[in-house]
């Protein structure tokens, strides 16, 4: 974890919802995944995860594309995720 992209994506990665988001996103490839799945599987409202959505965009973490009418999230920083997400299953900090 040196890089800035590596500490802002662990810093963001500190609520079990981003945690949850980004390993969705991981695990659905350069396809992404629509918006209100996403929010469904982080365990929010559509309100609460478009906010959390705002914050990843915002960091450089998630892109925004609208796929069949559909706004959908695609993982931008995948390399700093996977590191960080290593880092949160090694410490003990995942949900």
């Given at each position: 974890m040196e890089t800035q992209e590596s500490t802002?994506?662990?810093?963001?990665?500190?609520e079990p919802a981003r945690v949850?988001?980004?390993?969705?996103?991981?695990?659905a490839g350069e396809a992404g995944l629509p918006?209100?799945?996403?929010a469904q599987l982080a365990r929010l409202s559509l309100g609460r995860a478009g906010h959390v959505f705002s914050e990843l965009v915002q960091a450089d973490v998630l892109a925004l594309s609208i796929q069949e009418r559909r706004v959908c999230y695609v993982l931008?920083?995948?390399r700093a995720v996977i590191e960080a997400?290593?880092?949160i299953d090694a410490s003990g900090l995942a949900d």
């Open positions: 802002l994506t662990l810093a963001l990665m500190t949850r988001i980004c390993r969705a996103l991981l695990e918006a209100t799945d996403l931008k920083a995948r997400l290593g880092y």
